[in-house]
């Protein structure tokens, strides 16, 4: 009766199955932890470039052209929570600040230069434009997630001034 008892106690086994489980289940931790920081601070970039946008907005109605693709990059980058690998801006596309264009499509083409008050294939009305890129770079903690995560994530916005 005794040795029958002894066979059938298990004293250690859950530690010995935990001891097993839980490489597996930190290496897990850690790669879905990968892709958290990466939607974290894409999130943190679109909020970035909308700011940007509102921002673009405001000024587009006072200034125009070079000055104030600077005054918004120069923004983007002081406001910014993420440390962005660049940001760009272009007024009408990097065409003539002062004309009125069309945008269509993604990526965005510009088409015109139209007069002021033309409608465009669409419908729409032409305008001036803004468009505002940013981008960060992330090294993956877990380096097998290199395959799924690229290296630079960029987003943009285009706004539309008047």
Not at 60 to 79: H, R
């Amino acid at each position: 009766m005794r040795s029958f008892r002894k066979r059938r106690e298990r004293h250690g086994v859950a530690s010995l199955e935990l001891g097993l489980a839980a490489p597996v289940l930190v290496t897990m931790c850690i790669a879905i932890a990968d892709f958290s920081f990466v939607y974290h601070k894409e999130l943190q970039l679109s909020s970035v470039l909308t700011a940007g946008a509102e921002y673009a907005f405001n000024k587009g109605q006072s200034e125009s052209g070079t000055t104030l693709s600077t005054d918004v990059t120069n923004f983007v980058q002081a406001i910014t929570g993420v440390t962005l690998s660049s940001v760009t801006s272009s007024v009408n596309g990097g065409n003539v600040a002062a004309d009125y264009y069309c945008v269509t499509g993604y990526p965005a083409t510009y088409s015109g230069p139209y007069s002021s008050g033309a409608t465009c294939t669409d419908g729409s009305t032409a305008g001036q434009f803004i468009s505002i890129t940013g981008s960060f770079t992330y090294t993956p903690i877990f380096s097998p997630n290199k395959k799924f995560l690229p290296g630079t994530f960029t987003q943009s916005v285009i706004v539309r001034l008047q």
